[in-house]
């Protein structure tokens, strides 16, 4: 039986509309994508399971995380966005427990949001991981990864329910609730 957390939630609305036959507007291995995550939800003998408190738990920091002023990540990003972080970060093993995804690609367009998402994801994995952990983000050159530790900063000064847990650093951001380090490189 699917709990109306899941069911409710636009990562899983989204993964539905993308495997819909009449759907020509996602790519075949999108769909397989999405089908495996119904299918996760769905069958009760998969080998993976949605975290629901997790999810909860992100639903909850994405109503206080800001990507504009007064405009909450929550109900501002769009599906494929959702389902990248619910997928990536709340489905697990039901072996170990552990995240089914140590590694996520993420292959779109420019201008699509990639940044965004990807400082959304640093923040909600600094938030949620163990104490004194570390959290780079690499790119080819110090320019390139510093755009997502700018946006990082964006999203604490329009958040100001946030940016209490977090110290901006002239090279680095801190969580101040577990003492995790997040770093851009090159």
Known sequence: MISDTIKNNKAYQYALWC???NNKKVGRYVKKQCQDFIDI???ENSKYYIKEKELQIIEGFLKL???????????NLVGFQWFF?????????KTNNKRRYELSI???ARKNGKTLLTALILM???????????????APDRELSGQVYKEFQKLLANSPKMSKYFKILRSEIRCTANHCVYKPLA
């Open 19 to 21: 495997v819909d036959d």
């Open 41 to 43: 939800v769905n069958d």
């Open 65 to 75: 995380i800001n990507i504009m002023p007064n405009k909450s990540a929550y109900d």
């Open 85 to 93: 972080i619910v997928n990536s970060l709340c489905v697990r093993r």
């Open 106 to 108: 993420l292959l779109i």
């Open 124 to 138: 909600l994995l600094m938030l949620m991981c163990d104490p004194y952990a570390e959290t780079y983000s690499v």
